[in-house]
């Protein structure tokens, strides 16, 4: 708020204006809950807060994610603007903000994070106490909550056969696109209003080219064939534009049912995270089976260091590390590798792999990480069985035989610079056989 004065606000955001809330759905095109707004509303002007709530906790005022954001915004203020409309950013606590405007009425899209829940709960409450209109929608996920559940509607915490169900469902049309681009004539006419800089809400600029905004079809065709392998190209590189909504989750799903079943299954996992999330909210702190959070961790900080900095002497755990380190952004396989590695190897906690994974990836998503990183701990729900500790030298063999992503990263490699490995595979296996026994009897 602090680029606004209250009467250029009161200017802006009068009692004929709607408000649409953009959170996790960066886009224009194919949106939920904008579609209803301009659907039902003739003058919406669209909404975007920096929360500072959120952007507090962030160390690194570099962050990739902000300026990826910033330059999503700029993307749309560029369309706005072109339709004689525009976009309103604004900085600050989403709840105190809110506080001081009052619109006809506030669209949105859900967001299922414990965080967002108690926000919007607070934001719904202080508007509709003024009369405002608080209405929200489905947009980032194709089934959620309740819509995917066993026969007697208690969640799924297996994969597979919610995602039989998943599929079975696709017949009530969750894929359908919402043409917003009909209402765009009910954009609010205003003149452009600046977007605030990247050091205006206390952030840096920093050069990087992000992933494109485009699904490669040669590339979902071989996904099945391909994923596994870090030094092809063989991933969409998608998961920053869906986390950020910048892209329809429901055009990708379009795409996978055409091209690729192995694709799609990925989109699910993404849907089950999020269910598990909303109706086990302990997750995000404890793990998924209580009986994991009697494991007795080593939590050695040193060899958490040397994880971190990709110099543990394990080359496809180090190259991974750094590729994640340099770029924010991590192969799925290898994210496997490294997060088995810090768990069963090194037996540190994984609350500590999966809150450094939070500061670096671009792509980051609570539920996602989170579910990620409890099945590589075994304490998450359809989890790797406890005494299943990947073998790094053998992952390297099948899924970097010729050892080119190891190489890139590593630079090093065979070299008398590069480190001893800081543990021995064999007995860093036998001893988190033995402990994981011990905490679960």
């Known amino acids: 708020m602090k680029t606004f004065e209250k009467s250029q606000l009161d200017e802006l955001v009068t009692k004929s204006t709607t408000l649409f809330w953009l959170r996790r759905d960066l886009r224009l095109q194919d949106n939920v809950g904008l579609f209803h707004a301009l659907k039902e509303n003739e003058s919406v002007l669209p909404i975007f807060i920096f929360d500072s ?33 525009s976009l309103l950013v604004l900085h600050g606590n989403p709840t105190e903000i809110f506080k001081e405007l009052t619109p ?14 108690s926000r919007d709960a607070q934001v719904r409450e202080i ?30 915490t297996v994969f597979t056969p919610y995602s039989r169900k998943w599929k079975s469902k696709l017949d009530e049309g969750p894929l359908k ?44 065709e071989q996904y099945d064939k391909q994923r596994n392998f870090p030094a092809i190209a063989g991933t969409t590189k998608l998961s920053v534009h869906l986390r950020f909504g910048t892209v329809s989750i429901r055009k990708l799903a379009q795409v ?23 109706h086990f909210p302990h997750v995000q702190t404890k793990a998924f089976k209580p009986a994991y959070d009697k494991i007795d961790w080593r939590n ?19 190259a991974g590390m750094r590729e994640l380190n340099a770029t924010g952004f991590m ?23 999966e809150a450094y994974f939070a500061k670096k990836l671009l792509d980051f998503d609570l539920a996602a990480n989170n579910g990620g990183w409890q099945w590589a701990a075994s304490s998450g729900c359809d989890a790797a069985p406890y005494f299943r500790v990947f073998n790094p030298a053998l992952q390297t063999e099948k899924f970097d035989p010729k050892l080119e992503y190891i190489k890139k990263w590593v630079p090093e490699f065979e070299t008398a610079s590069y480190p001893k490995p800081i543990v021995d595979h064999k007995v860093a296996r036998e001893r988190v056989l033995k402990v994981y026994k011990e905490a679960l009897g």
């Open 256 to 278: 996978a049912l055409k091209k690729n079943e192995t694709w799609l299954n990925e989109l699910i996992w993404r849907d089950f995270y999020h269910m598990i999330l909303w």
């Open 104 to 117: 006809k009425a506030v669209y949105t899209n859900h967001d299922y994070e414990p965080y967002a829940r």
């Open 177 to 220: 696109s919402y043409p917003t681009e009909k209402y765009f004539d009910h954009f609010k006419k205003v003149k452009s209003i600046a977007l605030p800089t990247l050091s205006a809400i206390g952030f840096e600029e920093k050069a990087f080219i992000f992933p494109e905004r485009l699904v490669k079809q040669s590339v979902v």
């Open 53 to 85: 709530e959120i952007l507090g906790k962030l160390e690194d005022k570099a962050d990739l994610r902000v300026a990826f954001i910033h330059q999503s915004l700029a993307l749309m203020q560029q369309q706005l603007v072109e339709m004689g409309s």
């Open 127 to 156: 508007l509709e106490s003024k009369g405002v209109v608080f209405k929200t929608f489905k947009d980032q996920v194709v089934f959620e909550k309740d819509e995917v559940t066993k026969d007697d509607g208690k969640p799924y």
């Open 300 to 318: 050695n900080e040193k060899e958490f260091a040397a994880w971190c900095e990709g110099k543990t002497g394990y080359p496809i755990v180090d």
């Open 331 to 353: 192969h799925n396989r290898v994210r496997m590798i490294t997060a088995s590695f810090l768990t069963k190897h090194l037996l540190i906690d994984w609350r500590w792999g």
